[in-house]
Each structure stands twice: as structure tokens, then as C-alpha cells.
């Protein structure tokens, strides 16, 4: 693998002009060397990330017992709140004590009538929002232009692998989506095994991050080393996670990173993930698997798969839970 000491750049602006294929060979380079990249002129206007982040920011101020009226529930919708016992699994770091950071995570919202809702989908139903002027509708116009450049985004990385675009299309019909308002508070820096968030890799396919300017994210090189990706104004951090890596047969990588908060100040930040419907089986796409490069990854439905990894970190997930 190359060893990299720098996040690349990507320009998303030929994505304005319908022609995804003029970003595709700059994308397979930096997702199969780094696996993160900033991209730059997406379209998602300022003005729409400025309010995203009023929004989180005016939910963290809340009283907790406020935050908790909608607490995290079974569907994965609502407050999840600090020192609690999610997130505490890292198969990258010796890690004792849960992430230090409290969010509020959001969905794709599914009415009663909705197709995932009535086959009774995993994670289908409908959002928790706090009594909170404006938050609803500010949270839900970021989650829709995220998903729409989520979409985009992911013909980008077909076409960068060899595949066509029109066959992953079906599994982002109805994707699974995760809009997670987080907050981090200043930590000791003489803690070294407590971390705003454990070294980890995504298991989704594409994760677009919105980010203060306080700094934090560090992603880890194949040597070993962490170099920081801090706030480039105007920028997407946008990684790729461990569907998408088995999609493309390790073509495209899924890269080690860590939130630690040694600033002395208050951090936040507004990851999107973006992930196939919960139905979708992920297998190695046939264009990345050949005679000289076999197939890494069994098949696996991604349903199934969510259930085990929200399940190893979440209360509300672990078997005979209430639903």
C-alpha cells in the first residue's frame, strides 16, 4: 500500500455538469491510496452546512432531560448521550472507556406507509425531533442534499472501479441513511487511551463530513502513522467505508481514523453516511474480481450485517432488547 502524508483533493464540479465519469480517475487514485479525500465545489451551499450546525449546536445547548425525551431508540433515531455504554468497541485500539462525544442521529424518514416500514425492514420508521423551533426542517434539508450528493458520488466510484453505475443504482433507491450531529468536549491530553472517537473504519460505503475549525480528525497512514484533516473551508471530508471496500474488492479502501479533542475547546462536527438499502447483498462487483485478483469478500446482506455491528456497541440493538 502507498504511504501517504497528506489528505488529496478532489473537484466535484463536473458533477454540476451531469459528466460523473471526468472525476472518475482522480477518485480511484485517492481512495486507492488514502481512502479519504477533501472534494471540493460539491454544490451543497454554505449557507446550508452554517445551518446544520446552528441547529446542532442550539440541540446541544438543551437541558438534558429535554435531549433524553428522545432518547436513542430501537431504530437507531434520537439522542445519544456521553459516558453511555455505545461505542465502546474498537478493533483498532485497546479501548476501556466509551467515546468521548454525545449526537443526535437522524434517518431517512418512513412514514406507516412507507415500503421498508410495511416488510417490517430493519431500521425503518420514522425520526424522534426535539421540540426545538426550526430543527426539524433545517436537519432534514441537509440530510436531503447530503443524500442527493451521496447518490452522485457513489456513480463516481462505480465508474472509478469499472462497474456500471446503473447496476448499484437499485441499492440507493431507498438508502439507508445516518445524519449524526456530534459534539465533542475538550479532553485531557495526558489520557491517551480516551478519545473522542477509537480509531475505526466506516462500515458503510461513503461518509461526508462537515467540520468545525477546531480540529481533531486524524487519519492513520499503512505505516502507521496519524496525520490531521483539518477544516478546509468550504470542503467535504469524504471517506470510504467497508462496503464500499468489499464493492470494489479492496480496490477502494476503507482507512483507519480517530477524533481526539486536545484543543481545550468545544467540537463539532456533522457526519452523513450514505449506505445501500438494508436488503442489498454486497459481493465483490464482477469488473473488480478477476482470475489475477480472486474475491476477498464472501457475499453478505447488509441488514444482517447492521444488526451485528450496531448490536456489539449499542444497548438499544443487543439482542432481546425492547423494540
Not at 465502546?88 to 485497546?94: G, M, P, R
Not at 477509537?198 to 486524524?218: N, R, S, Y
Request: charged share 20%; proline share 9%; with cysteine.
Amino acid at each position: 500500500m502507498t504511504e501517504f502524508t497528506e489528505i488529496p483533493v478532489l473537484d466535484a464540479s463536473p458533477l454540476s455538469r451531469g459528466a460523473p465519469e471526468e472525476m472518475a480517475a482522480g477518485f480511484a487514485k485517492a481512495y486507492g491510496e488514502t481512502g479519504f479525500a477533501y472534494i471540493v465545489n460539491h454544490g451543497v451551499p454554505e449557507t446550508l452546512v452554517e445551518r446544520v450546525f446552528a441547529a446542532s449546536a442550539a440541540f446541544h445547548l438543551l437541558p438534558r432531560d429535554q435531549k433524553m425525551a428522545v432518547a436513542l431508540d430501537a431504530n437507531h433515531r434520537g439522542f445519544i448521550p456521553i459516558n453511555t455504554s455505545t461505542d465502546v468497541n474498537s478493533k483498532l485500539a485497546d479501548v476501556k472507556r466509551p467515546n468521548q462525544s454525545e449526537s443526535f442521529m437522524m434517518m431517512r424518514e418512513d412514514g406507516p406507509d412507507a415500503p421498508d416500514v410495511r416488510a417490517s425492514a430493519y431500521l425503518a420508521g420514522p425520526n424522534q425531533w426535539p421540540d426545538l423551533a426550526g430543527f426539524r426542517e433545517d436537519v432534514t434539508a441537509y440530510h436531503d442534499a447530503l443524500t442527493d450528493l451521496g447518490r452522485r458520488l457513489m456513480e463516481v466510484a462505480a465508474l472509478s472501479v469499472g462497474a456500471n453505475p446503473a447496476g448499484l443504482a437499485p441499492a440507493f433507491e431507498r438508502p439507508t441513511t445516518w445524519l449524526r450531529l456530534l459534539y465533542y468536549p475538550p479532553t485531557n491530553p495526558a489520557e491517551t487511551d480516551l478519545y473522542g472517537s477509537a480509531p475505526h473504519t466506516d462500515f458503510g460505503c461513503l461518509t461526508i463530513l462537515a467540520q468545525d475549525d477546531v480540529g481533531g480528525l486524524q487519519v492513520q497512514t499503512p505505516a502507521g502513522a496519524w496525520i490531521d484533516a483539518p477544516k478546509i473551508k468550504g470542503a467535504f471530508v469524504v471517506n470510504v467505508g467497508d462496503m464500499l471496500n468489499r464493492w470494489s474488492n479492496g480496490k477502494l479502501l476503507s482507512t483507519p481514523h480517530r477524533v481526539i479533542n486536545a484543543s481545550g475547546k468545544s467540537r463539532y462536527s456533522c457526519p452523513f453516511f450514505f449506505d445501500p438499502n438494508v436488503a442489498t447483498t454486497i459481493a465483490p462487483l464482477a469488473p473488480c474480481a478477476a482470475p489475477d485478483r480472486p474475491a476477498q469478500f464472501e457475499p453478505l446482506v447488509f441488514g444482517d450485517f447492521l444488526r451485528s455491528e450496531l448490536g456489539a456497541g449499542y444497548d438499544q440493538h443487543k439482542e432481546g432488547a425492547a423494540s
